[in-house]
């Protein structure tokens, strides 16, 4: 620290001295002295002109309180007819500011009652769209089952008239071949049957040849009578040889069973039930 304090007390002379000598040289310097000159008799003037002018604005000042009373007066009767027409005013301010109030009021109100009313609404269109959802889904639900309960009531319609059609087709083919059977039947038995009666004319025919050449000790017999007679015997051992016409005893009870469920299958009550449906479904719609 001491150090320091020598080394500034031996350093500042040789700054200042400098300085105070170029001072001295620019003060003696003949342009410094005139304008110093000129400013010393500025500044005198200035003073000169500082003091006629304070004289005036007191002079000014006296006439401008002369002439202030008048005006001064004015504006203190304004002043107190202002504040008169202001307590006047007051009660109608107050009763202005009431109304404000009870204008606020009403519509702070209003505003609440609107908003009540709004949520109320959005409520009530809530309900109804859940309401309407609903009621679709359960017709969307009714209508599927209803499609799907004519679909089942088609499905077992067509299948009865599929078995019917099979049914039907499978008499038909069991009528044709046991008629066929029984054509072919017929047709051998004819044949048997012409044959063997041709066989019983020849042999009559033969008989009757040998009973005209017989002996006269015995008696004769009327050949008309005689030829009628062994007609009606072969008549009568042809029909005795025809034989029975055979019976196809599993032909005949399928054929009577199939007949049976043919004809006590209730195409008409599916019809109905099917008709009651399609009415019942047309009434919910």
Do not use: C, W
């Amino acid at each position: 620290m001491n150090d320091k304090i020598k080394l500034v007390v031996n350093t500042l002379p040789l700054v200042l001295v400098p300085l105070i000598t170029e001072r001295k040289k620019i003060k003696d310097h003949p342009d410094v002295k005139n304008v110093t000159e000129t400013t010393v008799d500025l500044s005198h003037k200035v003073k000169d002109k500082s003091i006629k002018t304070k004289d005036k604005l007191v002079e000014t000042k006296d006439k401008v309180v002369e002439k202030s009373q008048p005006a001064k007066s004015f504006i203190i009767q304004k002043k107190r007819l202002y504040e008169y027409n202001k307590q006047m005013k007051q009660p109608f301010k107050e009763e202005r500011k009431e109304k404000k109030e009870q204008q606020k009021e009403i519509e702070k109100l209003d505003k609440k009652l609107q908003k009540s009313i709004d949520s109320r609404h959005k409520e009530e269109e809530k309900l109804r769209q859940e309401n309407k959802k609903d009621r679709l889904n359960e017709l969307d639900y009714h209508l599927k089952q209803e499609e799907k309960q004519a679909k089942q009531e088609e499905k077992l319609e067509k299948k009865g008239e599929k078995l019917q059609k099979e049914n039907e087709k499978d008499v038909k083919k069991l009528d044709k071949k046991l008629q066929k059977n029984i054509d072919e039947r017929q047709q051998e038995e004819h044949k048997l049957e012409e044959l063997n009666k041709a066989e019983r004319i020849e042999e009559i025919k033969e008989y009757n040849h040998n009973q005209r050449h017989s002996s006269s000790n015995h008696a004769q017999p009327s050949s008309q009578s005689g030829y009628i007679n062994i007609q009606e015997l072969v008549n009568e051992r042809v029909r005795s040889d025809k034989k029975p016409e055979p019976e196809n005893k599993l032909f005949k009870q399928h054929r009577e069973s199939m007949s049976e469920i043919i004809a006590h299958f209730p195409y008409e009550k599916h019809r109905k039930e099917h008709m009651k449906n399609k009415k019942s479904y047309r009434r919910t719609k």
